[in-house]
């Protein structure tokens, strides 16, 4: 049986797409092919906020700390992933 941390089992659906806002396509992301979450900047959507754990300036969107992110750095670092992808 599935679980969901802090979530009702009840309202568990395995087949449900659960990223509503996803319509499957990789031009969302900043970096489509590659290992980063982040999304595009554009004019509606500047990378113009700073990472919430390193601090770093001008490293997420609007979108992205909508979405809870940090930088790929740190992200990386927290997946134990070296500078230029190596585990």
Sequence with gaps: MWTIPGGDDDDFEPDRDYDEDWD????????PGG???????SKS???NLPCPTCGR????????VALHYQCDYCADAAEGIGFGGEY
């Design 24 to 31: 499957g396509s990789r031009l969302e992301f900043a970096d």
């Design 45 to 47: 959507n500047p990378r």
């Design 57 to 64: 300036e001008n490293m997420l969107t609007p979108k992205d």
């Design 35 to 41: 290992n980063s979450a982040l999304r595009p900047a």
